[in-house]
């Protein structure tokens, strides 16, 4: 179950931001005795792999606190941040860390299984941010695009840490998830009427 959790939690990370989870996993790996990634993730932890992912994040985090170049970033990464999801949740589920001891009990075959949850958890979170980005944007003139971006790169750091160190707390991000989709689709109809409230009354004028 933990492993389950962990590679969840990795890749919901990952819908959030592409690299945080993976360059957490590399220098957790290359670094410290915390992550012990399996034989064929081991590339996450190679210098090069961790330089390159570094160089990708900075990029990323610029890109996604800029009013409408974050909305051209979230098409873009509608294909990476599913990918990275995919990666994080194999290399995540299948790393020996300080509550995982045996990996190999979870996903003992079919290796491209993980892959492909990883794939669609991220891909799922990813939706949902970009589906929220616009109204957030819409609502606050573009101001809260920094804002919004900042939180979210925090909670993907919060949630990477928290699903190799401290899994079961996933759970309590799964929860907010449900909460916050509700919201999320009731915000954009209210945003339908107003718009559609706004162009009648201008067709009064």
């Given at each position: 179950?933990?492993?389950?959790?962990?590679?969840?939690?990795?890749?919901?990370?990952?819908?959030?931001?592409?690299?945080?989870?993976?360059?957490?996993?590399?220098?957790?790996?290359?670094?410290?005795?915390?992550?012990?990634?399996?034989?064929?993730?081991?590339?996450?932890?190679?210098?090069?792999?961790?330089?390159?992912?570094?160089?990708?994040?900075?990029?990323?985090?610029?890109?996604?606190?800029v009013p409408v170049v974050d909305h051209v970033n979230d098409?873009?990464?509608?294909?990476?941040?599913?990918t990275a999801g995919g990666?994080?949740?194999g290399?995540?589920?299948?790393?020996?860390?300080?509550?995982?001891?045996d990996p190999d009990t979870f996903f003992s075959t079919h290796q491209w299984v993980p892959v492909?949850?990883?794939?669609?958890?991220?891909l799922g979170v990813h939706l949902l941010k970009a589906a929220a980005r616009p109204v957030i944007n819409a609502t606050t003139a573009g101001v809260g695009a920094p804002v919004a971006s900042t939180a979210e790169d925090a909670t993907s750091v919060v949630m990477?840490?928290?699903a190799l160190?401290?899994?079961?707390?996933?759970?309590?991000?799964?929860a907010g998830l449900v909460i916050f989709v509700p919201w999320l689709f009731r915000r954009r109809r209210e945003r339908r009427r107003e718009r559609a409230a706004a162009r009648e009354a201008g067709f009064r004028v």
């Open positions: 179950m933990l492993e389950v959790l962990t590679g969840s939690g990795l890749a919901a990370s990952a819908g959030l931001n592409a690299y945080i989870p993976l360059l957490l996993m590399g220098l957790l790996s290359r670094y410290t005795d915390l992550v012990e990634l399996p034989s064929g993730w081991q590339w996450l932890g190679n210098g090069w792999v961790v330089l390159i992912l570094a160089v990708l994040l900075a990029v990323e985090v610029v890109a996604d606190k098409v873009v990464q509608t294909v990476v941040r599913p990666l994080a949740f290399a995540g589920a299948g790393s020996e860390t300080v509550t995982v001891s492909v949850v990883g794939v669609l958890i991220a990477s840490v928290v160190l401290l899994p079961v707390l996933v759970l309590v991000f799964l």
